[in-house]
Structure formats: structure tokens, C-alpha cells
Nanobody
Framework: VQLQASGGGLVQAGGSLRLSCAAS????????MGWFRQAPGKEREFVAS???????????YYADSVKGRFTMSRDNAKNTVYLQMNSLKPEDTAVYYC?????????????????WGQGTQVTVSS
């Protein structure tokens, strides 16, 4: 599985950005996907994750720090997940990484993901 993240950039506080993560492979619907971020001098932390099942659709999970501001979604026809980030704050500044895992339950732990994208920089100015 190869992951390609994009959509980062520089935005003022209060603004919005949408990150995308395109995945390779024919069984995207079996991938549980996650977004993590790493700010300078800090450890990588969980942001959001999404699973999918044919009988219940998508299920999403968010870190408390982004709940109500960020929305993660997936387009299975395009093998892509998105992270819509609204009301951005300077403390959201980080490199954002998408991750994928197959065959295991969705998790908020980075050790639970097998595949990682290259990261995209998000900078929020005050």
C-alpha cells in the first residue's frame, strides 16, 4: 500500500484547509485510515481515523483537540481520504501524515498502522 498526502499549506488562524491522501491497491474499502500530526519538538499524535463497512458505512474517531473543527471522510471510488480542517489554530501547525492498516481493527495508536504517507506541512499563522 502506498499513500500520497497532499493539500498542506500556510493559512491564517481561523482559516480552513483540506488534506487529501490517495492510496494504492484494489481493496481500499478494507483499509482503516488515520491522520496523525507531528509538531516541531513534539511526538507524533493521533488526529482522526476512519473505517468502513458495507453494512454500516463509515465510522470516524477524533482527538479531543480537533473534535468539532476537523472532519475526516473517505471516497472509496477514488481510494482517497480527506481531512477537512476548519477554524484552524496556530497549535495545529504540524506535519500531517496519513496512515493505513488492513486486517486489524481501527485504532488511535500509531503503532497500529502499517503504512504511512510522506507527510504534508500545515502552518497556521496567528
Amino acid at each position: 500500500v502506498q499513500l500520497q498526502a497532499s493539500g498542506g499549506g500556510l493559512v491564517q488562524a481561523g482559516g480552513s484547509l483540506r488534506l487529501s491522501c490517495a492510496a494504492s491497491g484494489r481493496t481500499f474499502t478494507s483499509y482503516n485510515m488515520g491522520w496523525f500530526r507531528q509538531a516541531p519538538g513534539k511526538e507524533r499524535e493521533f488526529v482522526a481515523s476512519i473505517s468502513w463497512s458495507s453494512w454500516s458505512g463509515s465510522s470516524t474517531y477524533y482527538a479531543d483537540s480537533v473534535k468539532g473543527r476537523f472532519t475526516m471522510s473517505r471516497d472509496n471510488a477514488k481510494n482517497t481520504v480527506y481531512l477537512q480542517m476548519n477554524s484552524l489554530k496556530p497549535e495545529d501547525t504540524a506535519v500531517y501524515y496519513c496512515a493505513a492498516v488492513t486486517g486489524r481493527p481501527i485504532t488511535t495508536s500509531q503503532s497500529g498502522y502499517d503504512y504511512w504517507g510522506q507527510g504534508t506541512q500545515v502552518t497556521v499563522s496567528s
